[in-house]
């Protein structure tokens, strides 16, 4: 009856099923909380939003500029002034006063479309702004799906342990029995204590390291490292990738590549503002001023005035030393830096498509081998396990017999992990993991 149900329990770890018993978080609700709660994006989400608040006509130089202006002084003065005549007049304590306010206006009307190629420029900088944001959110998710499916990965490691114990304390039951009915040895005994201990250490590492994967995720959704919970053990791996749809949709969606493409497009415009300064500039001015003042001293004893201003300027760069050839030589230089980038950025996001898909397809064809492993071991097992309660083979050869068990299983669980990871990193290269 206890070989039973040994069998059964490892039937049960086999098939991927939760034992923890403890509240049960999605990976979905994983995925939700750290779009609410990561650090991380929320930095990169304030950033773009001062890069759309910087898109804006006057930032680009296109309006106006108006500013108001006030000024008020005065002075307290002994003067000495001698007149044509020839004729002295002594002012003690002369007090003079000025004010002035007023408002004016300054609008850059012309200036080689530098003003509109800075517009763009804020626009495309507001676009990277986006894919920044987008690309933190894909890695945040993509390290999310990693860690929810390393803690499955350990539960299942850590019920395998617990079976392997149980397993083991069965076969220090049967070594007791028969040592007691004359049909066994200390040996065994003893040897069958030493492999349940070494069994038991192996579970308490497992779990040690599950119970630091748990506070590893935690940190990643942002929330009290210290809250437990278990996931899901079973491990869903889509096995409908195709390379050549993962490449396409990478050159229209791949974080880095567009990044690359707003860089190009950025070197374009800064070479249009550069070209610019080979034509004029031309500004308008206008306002309205009012003037007051008032000394005991001079010709005129006060003085008021007020009504518009206005004006224009225009100006051109003659010569500045050939410095305007040299910017725009650089500017076509940074050009080809970045179309040069965007190459590089594209190639390496091939080569690792590419590097990554062959693990994909590798692992997945692991994954079919180690599953039959498994179905062979377990069947070795179960009538390893039998023969030793009956007492016809050694326990070395149950315990071989339990250690490619596991193995098997530890195998099994390894390839469906590293598939997957294969999986999320392929879809996180091609801009398609789903962060919905």
């Known amino acids: 009856m206890r070989t039973k149900h040994i069998i059964f329990f490892i039937a049960l770890w086999l ?28 930095l990169v989400k304030n950033d773009v939003e001062i890069s759309k608040n910087n898109v804006n006509l006057g930032n680009a130089g296109i309006l106006p500029a108006a500013v108001g202006s006030f000024s008020t002084g005065g002075s307290r003065q002994n003067t000495v002034q001698t007149q044509s005549t020839g004729t002295q007049r002594v002012t003690d304590g002369a007090r003079s006063t000025n004010m002035s306010y007023g408002v004016g206006l300054d609008w850059t009307v012309f200036d080689g479309f530098k003003m509109f190629a800075n517009l763009d420029r804020l626009k495309a900088l507001e676009q990277q702004g986006q894919i920044s944001l987008k690309s933190r959110i894909l890695t945040t998710i993509s390290d999310v799906i990693n860690a929810y499916y390393t803690i499955a990965k350990q539960q299942q490691l850590v019920a395998a342990s617990d079976s392997a114990m149980d397993i083991s304390n069965l076969r220090m039951t049967i070594a007791n029995n028969k040592l007691e009915i004359g049909k066994g040895s200390k040996l065994d005994v003893l040897a069958a204590q030493v492999d349940y201990n070494s069994d038991t250490s192996s ?42 749809s993962l490449v396409e949709q990478s050159t229209a969606l791949n974080p880095a590549l567009q990044n ?15 070209k610019a300064d080979r034509y004029p500039q031309i500004r308008l001015n206008t306002g309205y001023e009012f003037n007051r003042s008032t000394s005991p001293t001079g010709f005129n004893t006060s003085f008021k005035a007020n009504g518009l201003t ?9 010569f500045n030393g050939f410095l305007q050839k040299k910017n725009e030589q650089n500017a076509k230089v940074e050009i080809n830096s970045s179309e040069l980038n965007l190459n590089k950025v594209k190639q390496e996001v091939i080569s690792q498509l590419a590097t990554t898909y062959q693990n994909y397809s590798t692992y997945l064809e692991l994954v079919k081998l180690e599953r039959k492993n498994i179905e062979i071991a377990k069947q070795n097992l179960d009538i390893t396990l039998e023969k030793y309660r009956l007492g016809s083979i050694t326990p070395i050869i149950l315990r071989e017999a339990q250690k490619n068990a596991i193995d098997a299983n530890s195998r099994y669980v390894e390839m469906q992990f590293q598939a997957k ?6 879809k996180e290269l091609s801009g398609t993991l789903n962060i919905q």
């Open 203 to 244: 579970y308490l590492q497992q779990k040690n390291l599950l119970g630091i994967y748990i506070v590893n995720l935690n940190q990643l959704l942002a929330r009290d490292p210290k809250i437990k919970f278990t996931v899901q053990n079973q491990i869903d791996i889509d096995k409908n990738l195709v390379y050549t």
């Open 260 to 274: 690359a493409f707003i860089n190009k497009k950025i070197a374009d415009l800064n070479l249009k503002q550069v």
């Open 310 to 318: 206005y004006g224009l300027t225009a100006s051109l760069n003659i």
């Open 15 to 42: 098939v991927n099923t939760n034992v923890f018993g403890q509240e049960l978080l999605k990976l979905q609700d994983a995925i939700n909380i750290a779009l609410t709660n990561n650090y991380d994006i929320k």
């Open 421 to 426: 990871l294969a999986e999320i990193a392929l």
